[in-house]
T-cell receptor, first 113, second 117 residues
């Protein structure tokens, strides 16, 4: 079982729609979670961190449910420029007590006019 | 402008050849990483380095080698022992030295696409 699992999509939505992605993780010891955005054939970039209490950044809202071990990303009022792949990221242990990032395979979003 | 530079962007290699991918950063970050991305899979960690002259194997280190002789540079060699080297390779750095509670922000280079013919 993959440590971080996402629905690959694609999610095809019209401009202005609200869309939500979920992601599940298997390592209950994961401490931190993030969403990254990756445009086609480009490098990933950090979109936002995910906090237990939920957090918002403009049109984007991230939620964490530790009991069910899933993370969500909600995008309101979708723009054409939101079209990208969204990577769910958890953490896992490296040696020495440090953590590394574990990337999901990504969920593709296509926003159309 | 600060950032990470990877080269080459595209590389073709014959089977049996070693190739080296360059990664240079001017962000003054201690930690650097190499990931591999394949279609339908998440990024997988090949090697990481938390400090100059030290590096550790990631999840899929077999067939790869690295060096960290300078803080700014973390080249990756894909050897002929790597069975399936065709992939998108991403170098990254972070200000966290594999922090116990990482900020999560990795700065990536634009990637190198390696194709084995």
């Amino acid at each position: 079982r993959k440590e971080v699992e996402q629905d690959p999509g694609p999610f095809n939505v019209p401009e202005g729609a609200t869309v939500a992605f979920n992601c599940t993780y298997s390592n209950s010891a994961s401490q931190s979670f993030f969403w990254y955005r990756q445009d086609c054939r480009k490098e990933p970039k950090l979109l936002m961190s995910v906090y237990s209490s939920g957090n918002e950044d403009g049109r984007f809202t991230a939620q964490l449910n530790r009991a069910s071990q899933y993370i969500s990303l909600l995008i309101r009022d979708s723009k054409l420029s939101d079209s990208a792949t969204y990577l769910c990221v958890g953490t896992s242990h490296l040696s020495g007590g440090y953590n590394k990032l574990i990337f999901g395979a990504g969920t593709r979003l296509a926003v159309h006019p | 402008d600060g950032g990470i530079t990877q080269s080459p962007k595209y590389l073709f290699r014959k089977e049996g050849q070693n190739v080296t991918l360059s990664c240079e950063q001017n962000l003054n970050h201690d930690a650097m990483y190499w990931y591999r991305q394949d279609p339908g899979q998440g990024l997988r960690l090949i090697y990481y380095s938390q400090i100059v002259n030290d590096f550790q194997k990631g999840d899929i280190a077999e067939g790869y080698s690295v060096s960290r002789e300078k803080k700014e540079s973390f080249p990756l060699t894909v050897t002929s022992a790597q069975k399936n080297p065709t992939a998108f390779y991403l170098c990254a750095s972070s200000i966290d030295v594999g922090s116990r509670v990482p900020s999560g922000e990795l700065f990536f280079g634009e990637g190198s696409r390696l194709t084995v013919l």
